[in-house]
């Protein structure tokens, strides 16, 4: 299905054509195929965004790159990609793009140890998130808070927050 859509937008110059690379390069995410999500990803960002769902895409492409960095350990890479996501995001006005970047900015310094750095990251993405009521991230952000918590020995803080993720 994705090759014939990706067929069909190509015959016709779709705007769409920018979703069909993204949802491929998703594909080969979840087929752990990351060098050919890179491929489609790229593709996505070399698409000129003139409307509203090309700046969307543009922006869920970019951060998509920075996943792939985030999770192939390549951080310099990923921070560079996650900056980029931001800058355009704030641009376009993408509160959920902006609030699942500051997440996964909040997941890198988790990564290399700056607790400080990480909840201030998981805080900010839980005040975009709760102001576009953006559910999934804020219940994502209160579970890594309360494992940074844990980690640290803070039991209470780490009880409330998986208490929130809870609810």
């Known amino acids: 299905y994705h090759r014939e859509a990706l067929g069909m937008a190509l015959k016709t110059n779709n705007k769409l054509l920018s979703t069909v690379f993204n949802s491929i390069g998703t594909f080969y995410v979840a ?37 792939i960095y985030r999770k192939t350990g390549n951080m310099d890479s990923a921070i560079f990609y996650f900056d980029l996501t931001l800058k355009e995001s704030s641009i376009y006005g993408l509160s959920n ?34 102001e576009n009521n953006l559910k999934r991230i804020i219940a994502d952000d209160y579970q890594l808070l309360s494992g940074i918590f844990l980690k640290q020995g803070n039991f209470k803080k780490a009880f409330d927050f998986q208490k929130k993720y809870s609810a």
């Open 97 to 130: 793009i902006i609030s699942s970047t500051l997440k996964n900015f909040g997941n890198i310094y988790d990564q290399k140890g700056d607790s400080k750095k990480a909840i201030e990251f998981f805080t900010k993405s839980i005040q975009i998130a709760e």
């Open 31 to 67: 087929q752990n195929e990351n060098d050919s999500a890179l491929i489609f990803f790229r593709k996505v960002i070399n698409i000129k965004p003139t409307i509203f769902l090309l700046k969307d895409r543009h922006c869920a492409a970019l951060h998509n790159i920075g996943n």
